[in-house]
């Protein structure tokens, strides 16, 4: 416990995401120790008043709840089991919330070997991009206990809105996967709506305006769709996580045996927007592999 | 005219949608001939004031606006251009606004044909179901010149919300199209969702409401996700009508030479539902091709 009575709160992993939820973390009075792979995010914040951590088991060592913020599995899985890792460093009592986007198996496999280690786990993943982590209205899908869930919700608080507990471990990455899946099908179902408009000679921009008054709303089609017709694909949320979260999409259906027609061709789509070299841009450039494209674009 | 200087509207095709519609009009002070295929609704609106025209021709001959609302594009070509049928008793001068989803060379044909006969022409197809039709609410995207639709615009307003017009003739069905694209595809997107997280062991209710708050939101999520949950696939909008709109984005992709893959997949799968006899279902029954069915089903 830090001297305000809060718990000490550690977190690995301050890239576009992770970076500005530490911060809402100081924000809302939390002393922070942090670590990233590049040495810069954890500069700037240490300026602004969080401890450096020299490794993940450094912070384990000195907080009572650990907060992983990583790209992707192998990522975690590194953060965790490595040496020098979470667990090594790990108190009993503490609390991992991982709160990045991975398979269920893995978020299981972390699970289990914090509670090993005496601990508590959470797997939390979130929806609402760079915008939702900067404004803390990120949406947080969390999978765990419902004590471990109650005991960290105020931390939960301070990142995001819409904060629901769906089950047991691993059941956030699955609220997860089916969020990414919904969220990769619907971009590619408004990419192919706007070009069959523009190659059909009907103003796209007319085309979104009177669909968002309709059944086919969504959010999906309101920002993506304008980000579509503006040619501005500077992310964002980069194609390339999107091609990894499909994945996770289509092992966890295969898993679960269930079919996901959809899912599979958005999983087709995206990899070959990222082999064609766009993985870098946003997910919404699935609307480049459709001609026409926009002259505006 | 009507004695109260309104144009006589003629309305052909009173069906779930075209009954409610006519009665809005009406409401709003226009005078009705109506015609249907089959005589109930006919008498019905008859006995609150219409006018029960004997063939379309009859209703084309009384009227200085014609809607016709009707179910597929060979039903729009055979009001219009059959023995008895609309054209032959066409006054010039006269409008006809065809609010049927069919093919955007159908609608462009009748157009023409309109015009031989000194008429104008809309296509203004509609989003938002019985429930819009009954509020007054529909979305109605219409494709013709901006002079003819200005001097309907009042009649389309006793009608719907959201009237845009989107371009020439032929507009009006290409953005249909791409509203049915994107609404059949997302269903299905949320069928699968829900699907996985079911087949995963997590409840599907909570994961639907966690995606609402993010960017997996849309119209369909909340309203046809809440029908899979509750298992209740009264239509609504039947699966068949929706699989005849697959059929027209697939042929009108085709003509313009843009690839759909996810609109073909929706194809697919109504084509799937319904031969599997789910024909008669609402669209929101594309969750029940996929396993495991919620038990509250």
Redesign the interface.
């Known amino acids: 416990m830090s001297a305000n009575g809060k718990p000490v709160i550690g977190f690995i992993g301050l890239g576009i995401m992770g970076k500005p939820m530490a911060r809402n973390l100081m924000r809302a009075g939390y002393s922070l120790v942090v670590h990233n792979r590049s040495r810069g995010p954890v500069d700037e914040l240490a300026k602004e008043g969080a401890k450096a951590g020299s490794s993940s088991k450094d912070v384990a060592q000195q907080s009572d709840v650990i907060i992983t913020m990583l790209p992707d599995s192998p990522d975690v899985e590194a953060v965790v089991f490595d040496k020098d890792g979470v667990l090594e460093g790990f108190k009993p009592g503490a609390t991992l919330i991982d709160m990045s986007t991975i398979t ?1 198996a893995m978020a299981r496999r972390v699970a289990g070997a914090v509670r090993d280690k005496g601990g508590k786990a959470l797997d939390a993943p979130v ?3 760079e915008k ?1 982590a900067i404004e803390a209205t ?2 947080i ?1 969390v999978g765990g206990p419902q004590d471990v869930f109650d005991a960290v919700l105020p931390i939960l608080q301070a990142l995001g ?2 904060i ?5 471990g ?2 956030g990455q ?2 997860k ?3 990414q ?3 990769g ?2 971009i ?3 990419a ?6 523009e ?5 796209p921009a ?2 979104r ?13 309101d ?1 993506h769709g304008q980000r579509m017709l503006d040619g501005n694909f500077v992310p964002g949320f980069k194609a390339k996580l999107h091609l990894k979260d499909m994945r996770i ?1 289509a092992q ?2 295969k ?9 599979q ?2 999983l ?2 995206f990899t070959k927007l990222v082999e064609s070299g766009g993985g870098e841009k946003d997910h919404s450039a699935l609307r480049t ?3 026409p494209v926009s002259s505006r674009a």
């Open positions: 269920p929806s609402g991009g939702g990120l949406s899908m809105k819409n629901v507990l769906v089950g047991e691993g059941a699955i609220a996967a089916a969020n899946l919904v969220v099908v619907t590619e179902a408004v192919e709506a706007l070009a069959l408009a190659a059909s000679g009907v103003d007319k085309v305006a009177v669909l968002l008054g309709g059944f086919a709303q969504s959010k999906i089609l920002a999409v966890t259906a898993e679960s045996g269930v079919d996901v027609p959809e899912g061709v958005a087709d789509r592999l459709l001609s």
